[in-house]
């Protein structure tokens, strides 16, 4: 590693960031005519005329809007569009009934899912604080606090620990199988420790830091795989391993066999889930003012697992899951692993300063600038074949959408710039 080489590599996320990620979603997401955000458009960036908005889609685009205002860039118009998001989420999306977002609406803001899915509201959580921490309006932080203790009222399971997924209108746990009462997964216990984090840095309340450290805890002793430290993605309530079911409430499994149940649905852990915690916890033990060292073998053990197994030293990139003991089940890649592993790789090289974390995260740039990224418009592909040829070819939709590459590029800068020490030739 030389100063000069992680320059380069600075400089192409900063043209990036600038000149095509922003400037893709600036110039397009804003709904003039009904408020929130557009998010569903084609490969050549235009608008598909998708009738929805989704709890996910708006919420993360807040989320994306304030924290690329935070982090300076956008002379100010990117708060002023994040305040147009919070403004929809508000009048359009809250509950004011019982409180809470609904999961769907229109176009228009019609209510078509009035559903309570905690996935959505660990969002709500984590842009709402961030939209607050980035322009000062209280509302933002106002209702983060609202979701919180919806969250803990009707979320938290005060028997074995955790949190409840799937409700109804009116908060009343949904059924079993499908619809998801019975399931706790590591993807919403672990978007629950960003939003927990970023909602403790903007409260500063002693509460707030308690779930977040309760929340940690069930990640790292009840959700990782004992002997390898690997994320497993379901669990039944008491906390013993459940088959990967599809729920009828879907938000990341597009690719899911129509069965409903993966091929390996125990043995299988995601690579960009497993790095994404692992960069995450670092970041919530920050804010938190707690020492890493403690967690510095769990830590090294998580990042190494991703580095030897998920990284495709062939032709590129990160492959998307494997089994816990090592190895690969599916070999296609996914934008949004590319844009976590990243950001893991940079976090593990600031951590521990081995050469190996840097080479990786160079691996999966490279990847990510050479094939993913659609110069053409300015986004990612969201599915590509191993080699880099795209699959699907939407530049968004209700899951796909600006959080993870914004986020990816914004934290990239960031740490490149501290890796950036005098001390490098």
Same mark, same amino acid.
């Given at each position: 590693?030389?100063?000069?080489?992680?320059?380069?590599?600075?400089?192409e996320?900063?043209?990036?960031?600038?000149?095509?990620?922003?400037?893709?979603?600036?110039?397009?997401?804003?709904? =003039?005519?009904?408020?929130?955000?557009?998010?569903?458009?084609?490969?050549?960036?235009?608008?598909?005329?998708?009738?929805?908005?989704?709890?996910?889609?708006?919420?993360?685009?807040?989320?994306?809007?304030?924290?690329a205002?935070?982090?300076?860039?956008?002379e100010?118009?990117?708060?002023?569009?994040?305040?147009?998001?919070?403004?929809?989420l508000?009048?359009?999306?809250?509950d004011?009934?019982?409180?809470?977002f609904?999961?769907?609406?229109?176009r228009?803001?019609?209510?078509?899912?009035?559903?309570?899915?905690?996935?959505?509201?660990?969002?709500?959580?984590?842009?709402?604080?961030?939209?607050?921490?980035?322009?000062?309006?209280?509302?933002?932080?106002?209702?983060?606090?609202?979701?919180?203790?919806?969250?803990?009222t009707?979320?938290?399971?005060?028997?074995?620990?955790g949190?409840y @997924?799937?409700?109804?209108?009116?908060?009343?746990?949904?059924?079993p199988?499908?619809?998801?009462?019975? =399931?706790?997964?590591?993807?919403?216990?672990?978007h629950?420790?960003?939003?927990f984090?970023?909602?403790?840095?903007?409260?500063?309340?002693?509460v707030?830091?308690?779930?977040?450290?309760?929340?940690?805890?069930?990640?790292?002793?009840?959700?990782?795989?004992?002997?390898?430290?690997?994320?497993i993605?379901?669990?039944?309530?008491?906390?013993?391993?459940?088959?990967?079911?599809?729920?009828?409430i879907?938000?990341?499994?597009?690719?899911f066999?129509?069965?409903?149940?993966?091929?390996?649905?125990?043995?299988?852990?995601?690579?960009?889930?497993?790095?994404?915690?692992?960069?995450?916890?670092?970041?919530?033990?920050?804010?938190?003012?707690?020492?890493?060292?403690?967690?510095?073998?769990?830590?090294?053990?998580?990042?190494?697992?991703?580095? @030897?197994?998920?990284?495709?030293?062939?032709?590129?990139?990160?492959?998307?899951?494997?089994?816990?003991?090592?190895?690969?089940?599916?070999?296609e890649?996914?934008?949004?692993?590319?844009?976590?592993?990243?950001?893991?790789?940079?976090?593990?090289?600031?951590?521990?300063?081995?050469?190996?974390?840097?080479?990786?995260?160079?691996?999966?740039?490279?990847?990510?600038?050479?094939?993913?990224?659609n110069?053409?418009?300015?986004?990612?592909?969201?599915?590509?074949?191993?080699?880099?040829?795209?699959?699907?070819?939407?530049?968004?939709?209700?899951?796909?959408?600006n959080?993870?590459?914004?986020?990816?590029?914004?934290?990239?800068?960031?740490?490149?710039?501290?890796?950036?020490?005098?001390?490098?030739?």
């Amino acid at each position: 590693m030389t100063k000069k080489e992680v320059t380069e590599y600075l400089k192409e996320a900063q043209s990036h960031l600038v000149n095509e990620l922003l400037p893709f979603w600036t110039s397009r997401m804003i709904d =003039r005519k009904h408020g929130g955000y557009i998010t569903h458009f084609d490969k050549h960036g235009r608008d598909t005329g998708e009738d929805e908005k989704s709890l996910i889609a708006q919420t993360r685009s807040v989320y994306t809007l304030s924290s690329a205002h935070r982090a300076g860039y956008g002379e100010g118009k990117l708060a002023t569009m994040a305040g147009h998001g919070v403004d929809y989420l508000l009048e359009k999306m809250w509950d004011n009934t019982f409180g809470g977002f609904c999961w769907m609406t229109n176009r228009a803001g019609q209510v078509t899912n009035n559903q309570k899915i905690l996935y959505g509201h660990s969002f709500a959580v984590y842009a709402l604080s961030e939209y607050t921490l980035a322009t000062g309006d209280p509302r933002g932080l106002e209702y983060a606090e609202k979701v919180f203790d919806l969250i803990q009222t009707f979320g938290a399971d005060t028997y074995y620990g955790g949190y409840y @997924e799937m409700f109804g209108r009116d908060w009343t746990l949904a059924g079993p199988g499908s619809r998801g009462g019975d =399931r706790k997964t590591l993807d919403v216990h672990m978007h629950l420790m960003e939003a927990f984090t970023t909602l403790c840095e903007a409260s500063g309340k002693e509460v707030h830091l308690r779930k977040l450290q309760e929340d940690i805890n069930i990640l790292l002793n009840r959700m990782l795989h004992p002997e390898y430290k690997t994320g497993i993605p379901q669990f039944h309530p008491d906390w013993r391993i459940a088959p990967q079911i599809k729920f009828d409430i879907v938000w990341g499994w597009d690719r899911f066999s129509e069965e409903g149940t993966k091929t390996n649905p125990i043995d299988n852990t995601c690579y960009g889930h497993n790095a994404e915690l692992g960069w995450l916890l670092i970041h919530a033990l920050q804010i938190m003012g707690r020492e890493t060292n403690p967690y510095k073998p769990l830590l090294k053990k998580i990042f190494d697992h991703t580095l @030897e197994n998920g990284i495709d030293r062939e032709y590129g990139g990160v492959f998307v899951e494997g089994p816990h003991a090592g190895g690969v089940y599916d070999r296609e890649k996914e934008f949004w692993q590319q844009a976590e592993v990243m950001t893991a790789m940079l976090d593990a090289y600031l951590l521990f300063g081995k050469e190996k974390y840097w080479e990786a995260y160079k691996n999966v740039h490279r990847f990510v600038f050479d094939k993913v990224i659609n110069h053409q418009t300015g986004e990612w592909y969201p599915l590509l074949t191993r080699e880099g040829t795209p699959i699907w070819t939407h530049m968004g939709h209700s899951w796909k959408i600006n959080y993870h590459t914004v986020r990816a590029m914004i934290q990239g800068i960031k740490k490149m710039k501290l890796i950036k020490h005098p001390s490098l030739p």
